[in-house]
């Protein structure tokens, strides 16, 4: 591995910027698309050579990042060629862009200080529009704070084509401080929005999990991932998978239901797909080496978990809420 390569990551990954930049999301044709949790650079590096350096892919934000809203850049996905490319390029003009060749299509990053929202996917939706440039990106995934996209470097299966970034000597100093004004304006509109909203979550969390008289008894785990899904409306695919692996042994179907419903991205079709797929399987939460491993084991020393090794003796002796 190249030391140059793995500068190329750090940067992809604004490792000068982020609090915490891993743990991240790994996928890649070897993995079958399917996403796996990375903990640092060396277990991304693992994870490409694995991959033959073929269609890798690592989420945009770092757990830490969606977990505290806390974001950095816009991704721009531009599939409709040169032309569209550059009409984004002129659109944007008086910002600094980061700018990679996909392989087939372009990936534009719009760097700004970190900054904690309250509707981050609303807030670069308008802004772009506002630009005039949504007729130029893939709109579907722009705003989408669980979105991957493809590491440098690495090889596009169906053109053959490399990610190559295009302007090295100017991503060092990407960075827009005049857009963070911008974007708190817009998202300055969502917060009355978002506040309004607040006391029927709230009221869900209460009366479908936290003052149900079985949630204090939950595994220190599950009631961390559980507060999560409702203050946050985010997981990673691995913690859903602990979950609701876990919640579909001690807790109704439906109920398990209405708790995934509270996730911002939510589809009914998709999870009915996924929890009766865990059911028919009778598919188990992970051991708890694997959970700290994953990062959400809450315990220092996991041994100090009355559930330790494994969330199967309380499922065994568990009760069904």
């Not at 090889?155 to 100017?170: A, C, F, R």
Request: glycine share 4%.
């Amino acid at each position: 591995m190249k030391p140059l390569y793995i500068e190329d990551i750090l940067v992809w990954c604004r490792e000068k910027r982020i609090k915490s930049i891993f743990p991240r999301e790994f996928a890649s044709k070897f993995t079958n698309y399917k996403r796996v949790s990375v903990i640092d650079i060396f277990d991304v590096i693992n994870r490409v050579e694995e991959s033959k350096y073929i269609d890798c892919y690592l989420t945009i934000f770092s757990d830490w990042q969606r977990k505290n809203r806390i974001f950095d850049t816009i991704f721009l996905d531009v599939d409709g060629g040169t032309e569209y490319y550059e009409k984004i390029i002129k659109g944007l003009e008086g910002f600094k862009l980061r700018k990679y060749y996909s392989g087939r299509g372009y990936h534009i990053f719009l760097d700004f200080e970190p900054q904690k929202f309250y509707n981050y996917r609303e807030v670069v939706r308008k802004f772009i529009e506002d630009c005039g440039l949504k007729n130029y990106v893939d709109m579907q995934c722009l705003g989408d704070i669980s979105r991957y996209s493809r590491l440098p470097n690495t090889v596009n299966s169906k053109t053959d084509g490399m990610m190559i970034p295009l302007n090295s000597e100017e991503i060092e100093d990407s960075i827009n401080s005049n857009l963070n004004p911008i974007l708190e304006f817009y998202d300055g509109e969502f917060k009355d929005t978002i506040q309004d909203d607040m006391p029927e979550r709230e009221l869900l969390l209460r009366e479908y999990f936290i003052n149900n008289n079985g949630f204090s008894s939950l595994p220190m785990c599950i009631q961390e991932l559980i507060k999560t899904v409702v203050e946050v409306g985010y997981l990673p695919h691995t913690h859903r998978l602990h979950l609701a692996t876990f919640l579909l042994k001690v807790w109704r179907y439906d109920t398990v239901k209405q708790l995934f419903s509270l996730l911002e991205d939510y589809d009914e079709d998709k999870t009915d797909y996924q929890l009766t797929y865990i059911v028919e399987r009778n598919l188990m939460p992970y051991k708890c080496s694997n959970a700290k491993a994953l990062g959400f084991c809450p315990f220092e020393k996991m041994w100090r978990c009355p559930f330790y090794p494994s969330l199967h003796r309380w499922i065994i002796g568990g009760m069904t809420l």
